[in-house]
């Protein structure tokens, strides 16, 4: 198994267009995990999938966000209307299910809207 | 949730001890201690973490004090790989999704 990976690892868009991204977790992890992070900060909490089924969303995640899981493997991150507040490194991690369940962290996407 | 409290930034010398100072004032009797790093251009990773007792694993030690207000995260040599952002967090046993708050982390540089 080769960890958590997302794609693309980078992505230069223009204001107002639409960018995916995508997360392939480690295989037999049933819950995966959405963060968002800005120069300097810590990761930020977004979203969270338990196999298919989305059990909870952050406030950050605005209406112009959608995340999807729909066969409780890969997930997808869509930001729609991109604004330039978006730029951001966009992590997805996994983990089994457990109280103190390790999370596995991908290398992140990194969005810059222009 | 229970807040953390960490040094923005600390330095080290090549193959000396660090300890990472972590306090938790407000940690709740069910609050789990985790402790994650992350390197350079790269995801978060676990580090270690600890309920009460001292916890010691292949990459690290952690010493939690009596009281549970604050713990230590323990590299017993530095290496120039350990230079990363250290972040420690209270994640309760009810948290039924496993999130993780992060908060600001300790930045650690390891001088040669």
């Known amino acids: 198994d080769t960890g958590v990976s997302q794609d693309p690892r980078h992505k230069i868009t223009k204001r107002g267009q639409n960018v995916t991204f995508r997360c392939d977790p480690i295989s037999e992890h049933n819950r995966l995990y959405w963060y968002r992070q800005t120069l300097g900060q810590g990761p930020e909490f977004l979203t969270y999938f338990q196999n298919e089924a989305q059990l909870e969303k952050s406030r950050l995640l605005s209406d112009r966000f959608s995340a999807e899981r729909p066969k409780g493997s890969f997930s997808t991150l869509e930001i729609q209307r991109t604004e330039q507040g978006d730029s951001a490194m966009y992590l997805c991690a996994s983990s089994s299910q457990g109280a103190t369940g390790e999370l596995f962290f991908g290398e992140g996407s990194r969005l810059t809207v222009l | 949730d229970a807040k953390t409290t960490q040094p923005n930034s600390m330095e080290s010398n090549e193959e000396e001890p660090v300890h990472l100072p972590c306090n938790h004032s407000t940690i709740s009797g069910t609050d789990y201690i985790h402790w994650y790093r992350q390197l350079p251009s790269q995801g978060p990773e676990y580090v270690i973490h600890?309920?009460?007792s001292n916890v010691n694993n292949r990459m690290a030690s952690l010493a939690i004090a009596e009281d549970r207000k604050s713990s230590t995260l323990i590299l017993h040599r530095a290496t120039l790989r350990d230079a990363a952002v250290y972040y420690c967090?209270?994640?309760?046993?009810?948290?039924?999704?496993?999130?993780?708050?992060f908060g600001g982390g300790t930045r650690l540089m390891v001088k040669p």
């Open positions: 600890g309920l009460t």
């Open positions: 967090i209270l994640r309760p046993l009810n948290n039924a999704g496993n999130m993780l708050t």
